[in-house]
Nanobody, 127 residues
């Protein structure tokens, strides 16, 4: 069974940091780009960050640049999202997902380009 499992969410005060992990099992995703998305209550799911299969290319939601960093360890089949200087508006359920196309040079921000999704991890930032 192919699974993506996010972890590392929780409650943090504004200005704090969290590191999310997304561990894959059931198959390797070392040839797939990976993305992070989030969904706040009452809002649509939005793109956060993505990294290509080799880690050579990353892309971020413009407003998150400088605070969030996406990385991956293909040997561990795991992708990470380091989140610093967190703000209350970062509160959401965070999801990781795998690009449906292998060995893509670039990355995609459209969730329709992703076919495997994790169950999400809650991030709550208090003011």
């Amino acid at each position: 069974q192919v699974q993506l499992v996010e972890s590392g969410g929780g409650l943090v005060q504004a200005g704090g940091s969290l590191r999310l992990s997304c561990a894959a099992s059931g198959r390797t995703f070392s040839r797939n780009g990976m993305g992070w998305f989030r969904q706040a209550p009452g809002k649509e799911r939005e793109f956060v960050a993505a990294i290509n299969w080799s880690g050579s290319t990353t892309y971020y939601k413009e407003s998150l640049k400088g605070r969030f960093t996406v990385s991956r360890d293909n040997a561990k089949n795991t992708v990470y999202l380091q989140m610093n200087s967190l703000k209350p508006e970062d509160t959401a359920v965070y999801y990781c997902a795998a690009d449906r196309q292998k060995l893509r040079v670039g990355v995609r921000s459209n969730p329709e380009e992703y076919d495997y999704w994790g169950q999400g991890t809650q991030v709550t930032v208090s003011s």
